[in-house]
């Protein structure tokens, strides 16, 4: 079949052309992937002293720090700046781990009040690791009431098989007062790779919005290497051989590619299909902040194997998805915007017939995944899901007087995600139905 021009797509999509029954095809029946403890499977318990405990989320994990009081305040004073400090590190039964460095992190959502945290087990004392990890995030959850959208939402991608860090929740104590509820957040870093990937040599970048705040569609910046290298694409390995003259080929080729080869082409850079599967579930969870975001896109890692041109997408800060509610248009960012601020990638795959099914069969696929139930639960997964988290968090978030907003807004926000649960599924399989080409 030919596939329609972007034009016609656009004012296909933008009416919302309907076809019947009959006319459409048949919706591909993949086979959902349960995580551990969801569906019918009984949760196991991890070793107590292995990376899958530490990010274990069936449990409200504690985290103790102990750090010089005056470290601790100069880092909230100047919560913008990337400075190290030493700490002690103690979780569950494990012995403590001295001499970590911690350090205030995030974008929008730092905080002199509740930081936000990483920390790197190897800053001052080399090699150091807990658990086999190297570093791992404290998310303060200040841009999110519910203190879930990320959790839920990494949970999306890794339920249709995409690559997403590991997350729990936990309480955090520093010199035993207690800083508030943070989200546990695995690192994307050498270890991660190893886990997803089966090997860590190649080339990571973590995309950075910006300095200058100027969004960015994913056009072409010219072959110039060092117009997207080290920002907005910041390489995490490597550093010293950053590579990033095959990004610039990536860029281009997505860009210039004809049409008839364009998915030859760009497919020795990109996954064409699990991109638009990571798109898809960006766009379940109306995350406006992501791939084809309300300023550009924004928030995810990419890694290319070692010696090859190939590469993957890593999905990264959530916190921001289920802001846009249940009826959402699955199609926001992509033919409701000026043509200056449609993102090129998306543009031209959109553009071929079988990827827009794709696009909408991926849609689908998360739609089904979310309101998947289990035995005696008339409750879909991701109602579920979200019950379990409040059941989880209510008391250690109630209690939480660092955090920026009130304990109504909070029951608010987990009943806006109840609603969420509920009615997104039905909303995104009519769309999707009713857009089918």
Same mark, same amino acid.
């Given at each position: 079949? %030919?596939?329609?021009?972007?034009?016609?797509?656009?004012?296909?999509?933008?009416?919302?052309?309907?076809?019947?029954?009959?006319?459409?095809?048949?919706?591909?029946?993949?086979?959902?992937?349960?995580?551990?403890?969801?569906?019918?499977?009984?949760?196991?318990?991890?070793?107590?002293?292995?990376?899958?405990?530490?990010?274990?989320?069936?449990?409200?994990?504690?985290?103790?720090?102990?750090?010089?009081?005056?470290?601790?305040?100069?880092?909230?004073?100047?919560?913008?700046?990337?400075?190290?400090?030493?700490?002690?590190? $103690?979780? &569950?039964?494990?012995?403590?781990?001295?001499?970590?460095?911690?350090?205030? $992190?995030?974008?929008?959502?730092?905080?002199?009040?509740?930081?936000?945290?990483?920390?790197?087990?190897?800053?001052?004392?080399?090699?150091?690791?807990?658990?086999?990890?190297?570093?791992?995030?404290?998310?303060?959850?200040?841009?999110?009431?519910?203190?879930?959208?990320? $959790?839920?939402?990494?949970?999306?991608? %890794?339920?249709?098989?995409?690559?997403?860090? %590991?997350?729990?929740?936990?309480?955090?104590?520093?010199? /035993?007062?207690?800083?508030?509820?943070?989200?546990?957040?695995?690192?994307?870093?050498?270890?991660?790779?190893?886990?997803?990937?089966?090997?860590?040599?190649?080339?990571?970048?973590?995309?950075?919005?910006?300095?200058?705040?100027?969004?960015?569609?994913?056009?072409?910046?010219?072959?110039? !290497?060092?117009?997207?290298?080290?920002?907005?694409?910041?390489? *995490?390995? %490597? *550093?010293?051989?950053?590579?990033? /003259?095959?990004?610039?080929?990536?860029?281009?080729?997505?860009?210039? &590619?004809? &049409?008839?080869?364009?998915?030859? !082409?760009?497919?020795?850079?990109?996954?064409?299909?699990?991109?638009?599967?990571?798109?898809?579930?960006?766009?379940?969870?109306?995350?406006?902040?992501?791939?084809?975001?309300?300023?550009?896109?924004?928030?995810?890692?990419?890694?290319?194997?070692? @010696?090859?041109? =190939?590469?993957?997408?890593?999905?990264?800060?959530?916190? *921001?998805?289920?802001?846009?509610?249940?009826?959402?248009?699955?199609?926001? @960012?992509?033919?409701?915007?000026?043509?200056?601020?449609? @993102?090129?990638?998306?543009?031209?795959?959109?553009?071929?017939?079988? =990827?827009?099914?794709?696009?909408?069969?991926?849609? =689908? #696929?998360?739609?089904?995944?979310?309101?998947? =139930?289990?035995?005696?639960?008339? $409750?879909?997964?991701? /109602?579920? *899901?979200?019950?379990? #988290?409040?059941?989880?968090?209510?008391?250690?978030?109630?209690?939480?007087?660092?955090?920026?907003?009130?304990?109504?807004?909070?029951?608010?926000?987990? /009943?806006?995600?109840?609603?969420?649960?509920? @009615?997104?599924?039905?909303?995104?399989?009519?769309?999707?139905?009713?857009?089918?080409?």
């Amino acid at each position: 079949m %030919r596939a329609p021009s972007f034009v016609a797509l656009a004012l296909a999509l933008g009416f919302g052309v309907a076809l019947t029954a009959a006319q459409r095809p048949a919706e591909p029946q993949r086979p959902i992937q349960p995580l551990l403890g969801i569906g019918n499977n009984v949760p196991t318990p991890a070793p107590s002293g292995s990376p899958d405990a530490f990010f274990d989320d069936n449990v409200l994990h504690t985290l103790r720090l102990n750090m010089n009081a005056k470290d601790w305040q100069t880092l909230k004073d100047n919560y913008l700046d990337n400075t190290y400090y030493p700490t002690d590190f $103690r979780w &569950a039964d494990q012995p403590v781990v001295r001499n970590v460095g911690i350090r205030s $992190r995030g974008t929008g959502s730092r905080s002199g009040v509740k930081p936000g945290l990483r920390i790197d087990f190897d800053r001052y004392t080399t090699s150091q690791k807990f658990l086999g990890l190297k570093s791992f995030v404290l998310r303060n959850n200040v841009q999110d009431p519910s203190s879930i959208h990320e $959790r839920i939402g990494m949970l999306m991608f %890794r339920r249709l098989s995409l690559p997403a860090p %590991r997350e729990a929740h936990t309480r955090l104590y520093v010199n /035993e007062a207690y800083q508030g509820l943070f989200t546990l957040v695995e690192s994307i870093d050498k270890d991660f790779l190893t886990r997803t990937f089966g090997e860590d040599t190649g080339h990571l970048y973590k995309y950075d919005y910006p300095a200058d705040g100027t969004p960015w569609y994913f056009s072409d910046k010219g072959p110039d !290497a060092a117009q997207y290298v080290p920002l907005p694409f910041k390489p *995490e390995t %490597r *550093e010293s051989d950053p590579q990033g /003259e095959v990004i610039a080929q990536m860029v281009q080729t997505v860009n210039n &590619a004809p &049409a008839n080869t364009f998915q030859t !082409a760009v497919g020795e850079f990109l996954n064409i299909q699990k991109v638009l599967r990571h798109i898809a579930v960006e766009v379940f969870i109306g995350d406006y902040d992501g791939f084809i975001g309300n300023y550009g896109i924004n928030n995810f890692y990419i890694y290319r194997f070692n @010696n090859q041109k =190939l590469f993957n997408m890593i999905a990264w800060d959530k916190s *921001e998805g289920f802001q846009a509610g249940p009826s959402s248009n699955i199609f926001h @960012n992509i033919n409701d915007v000026p043509d200056s601020q449609q @993102n090129r990638f998306v543009l031209k795959a959109l553009s071929h017939t079988d =990827l827009y099914n794709t696009f909408l069969d991926s849609l =689908l #696929e998360a739609a089904r995944s979310a309101v998947e =139930l289990t035995s005696g639960d008339s $409750r879909g997964w991701m /109602e579920r *899901e979200v019950e379990k #988290e409040y059941a989880q968090i209510r008391d250690a978030a109630r209690e939480d007087s660092s955090k920026p907003y009130s304990n109504e807004a909070f029951e608010q926000a987990i /009943e806006a995600m109840r609603d969420f649960a509920r @009615n997104r599924s039905a909303s995104v399989t009519a769309q999707a139905n009713a857009s089918r080409q």
